[in-house]
Protein backbone atom coordinates (compact mmCIF):
# COMPACT_ATOMS: atom_id res chain seq x y z
CA UNK A 1 0.00 0.00 0.00
CA UNK A 2 1.42 3.08 -1.33
CA UNK A 3 1.24 6.13 1.19
CA UNK A 4 1.47 10.08 0.97
CA UNK A 5 2.75 11.97 3.57
CA UNK A 6 2.29 15.45 3.24
CA UNK A 7 3.78 18.36 5.09
CA UNK A 8 2.09 22.26 6.01
CA UNK A 9 5.29 23.97 6.72
CA UNK A 10 5.55 27.35 7.26
CA UNK A 11 8.16 29.66 5.30
CA UNK A 12 8.88 32.85 7.40
CA UNK A 13 8.98 35.67 4.92
CA UNK A 14 12.24 37.02 3.88
CA UNK A 15 11.00 40.18 2.79
CA UNK A 16 8.40 41.92 4.65
CA UNK A 17 5.65 44.61 3.77
CA UNK A 18 7.66 46.41 5.66
CA UNK A 19 10.88 45.96 3.43
CA UNK A 20 8.72 46.33 0.57
CA UNK A 21 7.62 49.77 1.59
CA UNK A 22 11.38 50.71 2.52
CA UNK A 23 11.74 49.81 -1.05
CA UNK A 24 9.51 52.38 -2.46
CA UNK A 25 10.71 55.10 -0.46
CA UNK A 26 14.28 54.63 -1.20
CA UNK A 27 13.67 54.24 -4.67
CA UNK A 28 11.64 57.88 -4.50
CA UNK A 29 13.99 59.40 -3.07
CA UNK A 30 16.36 58.25 -4.84
CA UNK A 31 14.61 59.39 -7.60
CA UNK A 32 13.86 62.28 -6.58
CA UNK A 33 17.64 63.68 -5.83
CA UNK A 34 18.17 61.88 -9.55
CA UNK A 35 15.47 64.15 -10.73
CA UNK A 36 17.14 66.94 -8.93
CA UNK A 37 20.85 66.42 -10.18
CA UNK A 38 19.13 66.18 -14.05
CA UNK A 39 17.73 69.61 -13.09
CA UNK A 40 20.96 70.87 -11.63
CA UNK A 41 23.33 69.80 -14.22
CA UNK A 42 21.25 71.24 -17.61
CA UNK A 43 22.14 75.00 -16.02
CA UNK A 44 18.63 75.81 -17.41
CA UNK A 45 16.93 78.50 -15.13
CA UNK A 46 13.74 77.25 -16.06
CA UNK A 47 14.35 74.24 -14.08
CA UNK A 48 15.47 75.65 -10.54
CA UNK A 49 12.19 75.38 -9.13
CA UNK A 50 12.54 71.05 -10.36
CA UNK A 51 16.00 70.75 -8.64
CA UNK A 52 15.42 72.06 -5.18
CA UNK A 53 11.80 70.91 -5.03
CA UNK A 54 13.56 67.21 -5.56
CA UNK A 55 16.24 68.34 -2.80
CA UNK A 56 13.20 69.31 -0.45
CA UNK A 57 11.90 65.60 -1.15
CA UNK A 58 15.33 63.61 -0.57
CA UNK A 59 15.48 64.84 2.86
CA UNK A 60 11.93 64.06 3.93
CA UNK A 61 12.29 60.46 2.14
CA UNK A 62 15.69 59.54 3.67
CA UNK A 63 14.32 60.29 6.97
CA UNK A 64 11.64 57.86 6.20
CA UNK A 65 12.98 54.94 4.10
CA UNK A 66 15.74 53.74 6.45
CA UNK A 67 14.16 53.76 9.56
CA UNK A 68 11.47 51.43 8.53
CA UNK A 69 14.68 48.90 7.43
CA UNK A 70 16.09 49.34 10.84
CA UNK A 71 11.93 48.44 12.37
CA UNK A 72 12.31 45.49 10.29
CA UNK A 73 15.62 44.14 11.69
CA UNK A 74 13.54 43.34 14.74
CA UNK A 75 16.93 44.48 16.96
CA UNK A 76 17.72 48.11 15.46
CA UNK A 77 21.52 47.33 16.71
CA UNK A 78 21.84 45.07 13.94
CA UNK A 79 22.30 47.43 11.61
CA UNK A 80 25.64 48.24 12.49
CA UNK A 81 26.50 45.12 12.16
CA UNK A 82 26.17 45.35 8.49
CA UNK A 83 27.61 48.79 8.71
CA UNK A 84 31.19 47.45 10.24
CA UNK A 85 31.28 44.01 8.82
CA UNK A 86 32.54 44.22 5.12
CA UNK A 87 31.80 41.37 2.43
CA UNK A 88 32.10 42.77 -0.65
CA UNK A 89 30.31 40.07 -2.63
CA UNK A 90 27.73 40.46 -0.94
CA UNK A 91 25.05 43.84 -2.31
CA UNK A 92 23.85 44.56 1.53
CA UNK A 93 27.65 45.58 1.93
CA UNK A 94 27.41 47.45 -0.63
CA UNK A 95 24.16 48.64 -0.21
CA UNK A 96 25.24 49.75 3.75
CA UNK A 97 27.83 52.07 2.07
CA UNK A 98 25.65 53.38 0.11
CA UNK A 99 23.43 54.06 2.89
CA UNK A 100 26.11 55.89 4.66
CA UNK A 101 27.47 58.29 1.83
CA UNK A 102 24.30 59.46 0.16
CA UNK A 103 23.32 61.50 3.55
CA UNK A 104 26.53 62.94 3.46
CA UNK A 105 26.79 64.00 -0.42
CA UNK A 106 22.66 64.74 -0.49
CA UNK A 107 23.00 66.77 3.34
CA UNK A 108 26.20 69.11 1.31
CA UNK A 109 24.37 69.14 -2.35
CA UNK A 110 21.17 70.47 -0.86
CA UNK A 111 22.97 72.82 1.68
CA UNK A 112 25.08 74.63 -1.12
CA UNK A 113 21.92 74.69 -3.40
CA UNK A 114 20.04 76.61 -0.75
CA UNK A 115 22.93 78.59 -0.26
CA UNK A 116 23.03 79.74 -3.80
CA UNK A 117 26.64 78.61 -3.96
CA UNK A 118 26.08 77.59 -8.00
CA UNK A 119 29.43 75.65 -8.58
CA UNK A 120 29.71 74.28 -5.00
CA UNK A 121 27.15 72.60 -5.32
CA UNK A 122 26.89 71.68 -9.28
CA UNK A 123 30.24 69.59 -8.47
CA UNK A 124 28.89 68.23 -5.43
CA UNK A 125 25.56 67.21 -7.97
CA UNK A 126 28.44 65.22 -10.05
CA UNK A 127 29.38 63.43 -6.92
CA UNK A 128 26.32 63.11 -5.48
CA UNK A 129 25.11 61.26 -8.74
CA UNK A 130 27.28 57.69 -8.66
CA UNK A 131 26.21 57.56 -5.01
CA UNK A 132 22.22 57.84 -5.66
CA UNK A 133 22.85 55.36 -8.87
CA UNK A 134 24.38 52.84 -6.29
CA UNK A 135 21.70 53.84 -3.38
CA UNK A 136 18.68 52.78 -5.75
CA UNK A 137 20.17 50.27 -7.48
CA UNK A 138 21.76 48.02 -4.38
CA UNK A 139 18.33 47.29 -3.73
CA UNK A 140 17.57 45.31 -7.00
CA UNK A 141 20.63 43.52 -7.06
CA UNK A 142 19.57 42.20 -3.31
CA UNK A 143 16.36 40.76 -4.63
CA UNK A 144 18.10 39.85 -7.40
CA UNK A 145 20.05 37.14 -5.39
CA UNK A 146 16.52 35.59 -3.95
CA UNK A 147 17.56 32.17 -6.18
CA UNK A 148 14.55 29.93 -4.92
CA UNK A 149 11.89 32.89 -5.80
CA UNK A 150 11.63 33.02 -9.94
CA UNK A 151 10.03 36.55 -9.50
CA UNK A 152 13.28 37.60 -7.96
CA UNK A 153 16.11 35.80 -9.48
CA UNK A 154 16.56 37.72 -13.19
CA UNK A 155 19.45 40.09 -14.20
CA UNK A 156 17.17 42.60 -14.91
CA UNK A 157 16.15 43.39 -11.73
CA UNK A 158 18.68 46.26 -10.84
CA UNK A 159 17.57 48.12 -13.69
CA UNK A 160 13.72 47.49 -13.52
CA UNK A 161 13.66 49.12 -9.97
CA UNK A 162 15.59 52.16 -11.25
CA UNK A 163 13.20 52.49 -13.77
CA UNK A 164 10.49 51.87 -11.42
CA UNK A 165 12.09 54.46 -8.84
CA UNK A 166 12.39 57.37 -11.59
CA UNK A 167 9.01 56.59 -12.50
CA UNK A 168 7.75 57.37 -8.89
CA UNK A 169 9.87 60.18 -8.83
CA UNK A 170 8.64 61.92 -11.66
CA UNK A 171 5.46 61.31 -10.94
CA UNK A 172 5.52 62.45 -7.60
CA UNK A 173 7.38 65.37 -8.41
CA UNK A 174 4.55 66.10 -10.87
CA UNK A 175 1.96 66.16 -8.35
CA UNK A 176 3.90 68.58 -5.94
CA UNK A 177 4.04 71.21 -9.50
CA UNK A 178 0.37 71.19 -10.35
CA UNK A 179 -0.36 71.90 -7.02
CA UNK A 180 2.62 74.50 -6.39
CA UNK A 181 0.83 75.82 -9.95
CA UNK A 182 -2.42 75.62 -8.61
CA UNK A 183 -1.71 77.83 -5.16
CA UNK A 184 0.73 80.24 -6.52
CA UNK A 185 0.16 80.49 -10.38
CA UNK A 186 -2.32 83.47 -9.54
CA UNK A 187 0.20 85.61 -8.89
CA UNK A 188 2.90 84.67 -11.14
CA UNK A 189 3.34 86.68 -14.03
CA UNK A 190 2.35 85.13 -17.44
CA UNK A 191 6.08 84.76 -18.65
CA UNK A 192 6.52 82.29 -15.66
CA UNK A 193 2.93 81.08 -15.57
CA UNK A 194 3.54 79.75 -19.36
CA UNK A 195 6.94 78.35 -17.64
CA UNK A 196 5.99 76.08 -14.78
CA UNK A 197 3.36 74.73 -17.35
CA UNK A 198 5.74 73.50 -19.88
CA UNK A 199 8.23 72.45 -17.27
CA UNK A 200 4.83 70.43 -15.95
CA UNK A 201 4.33 68.90 -19.50
CA UNK A 202 7.81 68.13 -20.15
CA UNK A 203 8.02 65.91 -16.66
CA UNK A 204 4.95 63.73 -17.95
CA UNK A 205 6.98 63.31 -21.43
CA UNK A 206 10.04 62.07 -19.61
CA UNK A 207 7.58 59.85 -17.21
CA UNK A 208 6.17 58.20 -20.75
CA UNK A 209 9.36 56.86 -21.25
CA UNK A 210 9.74 55.28 -18.35
CA UNK A 211 6.59 53.45 -18.33
CA UNK A 212 7.83 52.45 -21.48
CA UNK A 213 10.58 51.07 -20.15
CA UNK A 214 9.23 49.59 -17.03
CA UNK A 215 6.79 47.48 -19.75
CA UNK A 216 9.12 46.31 -21.38
CA UNK A 217 11.25 45.12 -18.00
CA UNK A 218 7.39 43.50 -17.17
CA UNK A 219 7.85 41.65 -20.72
CA UNK A 220 10.79 40.53 -20.36
CA UNK A 221 10.35 39.22 -16.83
CA UNK A 222 7.41 37.33 -17.95
CA UNK A 223 9.31 35.37 -20.99
CA UNK A 224 12.15 34.70 -19.02
CA UNK A 225 9.54 32.58 -16.58
CA UNK A 226 7.28 31.17 -18.32
CA UNK A 227 10.00 29.56 -20.91
CA UNK A 228 12.07 28.53 -17.63
CA UNK A 229 11.18 26.22 -15.19
CA UNK A 230 7.50 25.05 -14.40
CA UNK A 231 8.18 26.40 -11.22
CA UNK A 232 9.33 29.94 -12.46
CA UNK A 233 6.04 29.49 -15.02
CA UNK A 234 3.78 28.92 -12.23
CA UNK A 235 5.19 32.06 -10.40
CA UNK A 236 4.87 33.99 -13.83
CA UNK A 237 1.04 33.10 -14.08
CA UNK A 238 1.02 34.16 -10.36
CA UNK A 239 1.69 37.63 -11.06
CA UNK A 240 -0.70 38.47 -13.95
CA UNK A 241 -3.54 35.99 -13.39
CA UNK A 242 -3.08 34.23 -9.45
CA UNK A 243 -3.63 36.34 -6.75
CA UNK A 244 -1.60 39.28 -7.81
CA UNK A 245 -3.33 39.48 -10.41
CA UNK A 246 -5.93 42.10 -9.26
CA UNK A 247 -3.35 43.83 -7.84
CA UNK A 248 -0.16 43.88 -9.92
CA UNK A 249 -2.21 43.14 -13.23
CA UNK A 250 -4.56 45.46 -12.71
CA UNK A 251 -3.53 48.29 -10.22
CA UNK A 252 0.24 48.74 -11.79
CA UNK A 253 -0.27 47.90 -15.13
CA UNK A 254 -3.87 49.09 -16.40
CA UNK A 255 -4.17 52.12 -13.94
CA UNK A 256 -0.94 52.51 -13.35
CA UNK A 257 1.11 52.25 -16.87
CA UNK A 258 -1.55 51.77 -19.79
CA UNK A 259 -3.90 55.05 -18.10
CA UNK A 260 -1.38 57.39 -18.14
CA UNK A 261 0.17 56.67 -21.45
CA UNK A 262 -2.68 56.73 -23.21
CA UNK A 263 -4.09 60.51 -21.50
CA UNK A 264 -0.36 61.73 -22.24
CA UNK A 265 -0.39 60.02 -26.23
CA UNK A 266 -4.00 62.05 -26.83
CA UNK A 267 -3.25 65.94 -27.31
CA UNK A 268 -7.12 66.90 -26.32
CA UNK A 269 -6.23 65.64 -22.54
CA UNK A 270 -2.74 65.47 -22.09
CA UNK A 271 -2.61 69.28 -20.88
CA UNK A 272 -5.61 69.33 -18.74
CA UNK A 273 -3.33 69.49 -14.88
CA UNK A 274 -6.70 67.24 -12.90
CA UNK A 275 -6.67 64.58 -15.31
CA UNK A 276 -2.68 64.21 -15.11
CA UNK A 277 -2.22 64.75 -11.34
CA UNK A 278 -4.93 61.54 -11.25
CA UNK A 279 -2.69 59.62 -13.55
CA UNK A 280 0.32 60.71 -11.43
CA UNK A 281 -1.59 59.49 -8.41
CA UNK A 282 -2.16 56.31 -10.27
CA UNK A 283 1.69 56.14 -11.15
CA UNK A 284 2.45 56.14 -7.85
CA UNK A 285 -0.01 53.65 -5.87
CA UNK A 286 0.81 51.37 -9.21
CA UNK A 287 4.48 51.39 -8.88
CA UNK A 288 3.83 50.67 -4.84
CA UNK A 289 1.78 47.88 -5.47
CA UNK A 290 4.52 46.28 -8.00
CA UNK A 291 7.23 46.51 -5.24
CA UNK A 292 4.91 44.72 -3.34
CA UNK A 293 3.77 42.18 -5.61
CA UNK A 294 7.44 41.63 -6.80
CA UNK A 295 8.88 41.62 -3.27
CA UNK A 296 6.14 40.43 -0.74
CA UNK A 297 3.45 39.24 -3.04
CA UNK A 298 5.83 36.71 -4.87
CA UNK A 299 6.49 35.05 -1.44
CA UNK A 300 2.81 33.98 -1.18
CA UNK A 301 3.90 30.40 -3.33
CA UNK A 302 5.99 28.39 -1.34
CA UNK A 303 9.92 28.17 -1.73
CA UNK A 304 11.25 25.69 -3.67
Known amino acids: MNINVLFNVPHEF ?6 STYFFLLGMGGGCSMLSIWATLTGKKDYKPIAKIGAVFVIILF ?8 IDLGQPLRFWYFV ?25 YITFMFMGWTRTYKALAWCLLPVAIGYITYIGFVVSMGVATPAWNTPIMPAYFVTAAMS ?12 RYWLLSWKWSDEQRGLDFAII ?55 GTFLPLL ?41 M
Open 14 to 19: ALSPII
Open 63 to 70: CCAPLLLI
Open 84 to 108: TLFNFSSPLTWGSIFLCLYPIFASA
Open 168 to 179: TAIAWMTMVAIV
Open 201 to 255: IKLTRFLSLFLVINLFFVFTQQVHMRFGSDWAATAAQFLLEGKMGMSFGIITLLF
Open 263 to 303: VIALPKINKQLPILFVCMFFVVIGIYVMRFSITTGSQFLPI
